[in-house]
């Protein structure tokens, strides 16, 4: 693009994808043939019917602030102040999924703590809901209460 004889050039900085070891390991010939062995079978089931195909992401989200913000100050100031929290911030694990017609589950909420609190689940999508554990992680009593979820919502056929 040229602008009153000046060339203008366009950079963008974007962040590099970490792939952990394990997961570049993954990606091979081998496995990508197991993948295709189950997902060819399972799409015939389907009859490649794109509103029965689900993908499902478990993800955790720190509900404090990490990054501190960049503000507009006077030059002659010296220091610009703000209060943050303290906490070191917690976890909440959130369960999605969504299909490619975009049918919508709505999501499982595991909370870091020992006992629920209803206020917790002010704002959430309708239909979600909730579990606490220590941790913040999804187990295995946790994850099958959201398939019996999944279940509700999906009405599957067999």
Same mark, same amino acid.
């Given at each position: 693009m040229?602008?009153?004889? %000046?060339? @203008?050039?366009? *950079? *963008?900085?974007k962040?590099?994808?970490?792939?952990?070891?394990? /997961?570049? /390991?993954?990606?091979?010939l081998?496995?990508?043939?197991?993948?295709?062995?189950?997902?060819?079978?399972?799409?015939?089931?389907?009859? !490649?019917?794109?509103a /029965?195909?689900y993908n %499902?992401?478990?993800?955790?989200?720190? @509900?404090v602030q990490?990054? !501190?913000t960049?503000?507009?100050?006077?030059?002659?100031? %010296?220091?610009?102040?703000? *209060?943050?929290s303290?906490?070191?911030?917690?976890? *909440?694990?959130?369960?999605? %999924?969504?299909?490619?017609?975009?049918h919508f589950?709505?999501?499982?909420?595991?909370?870091? /703590?020992?006992?629920?609190?209803?206020?917790?689940?002010?704002?959430?999508?309708? =239909?979600?809901?909730?579990?606490? !554990?220590?941790? =913040?992680w @999804?187990?295995?009593?946790?994850f099958?209460?959201?398939?019996? !979820?999944?279940?509700k919502?999906?009405?599957?056929?067999?």
């Amino acid at each position: 693009m040229e602008e009153s004889g %000046c060339k @203008i050039s366009y *950079v *963008v900085i974007k962040k590099f994808l970490l792939v952990f070891t394990l /997961r570049a /390991r993954g990606l091979n010939l081998e496995s990508a043939a197991q993948f295709f062995l189950i997902y060819d079978p399972a799409m015939d089931t389907i009859q !490649h019917n794109p509103a /029965r195909l689900y993908n %499902c992401d478990e993800t955790g989200i720190t @509900i404090v602030q990490h990054k !501190h913000t960049k503000i507009l100050g006077l030059k002659e100031k %010296c220091q610009i102040s703000s *209060v943050q929290s303290a906490d070191q911030g917690s976890l *909440v694990t959130v369960v999605t %999924c969504l299909s490619p017609t975009g049918h919508f589950i709505p999501p499982l909420l595991v909370f870091t /703590r020992k006992y629920m609190k209803q206020e917790l689940m002010n704002g959430t999508p309708p =239909g979600s809901i909730q579990a606490c !554990h220590p941790s =913040g992680w @999804i187990l295995s009593e946790k994850f099958i209460q959201w398939f019996l !979820h999944f279940i509700k919502h999906t009405k599957p056929t067999k």
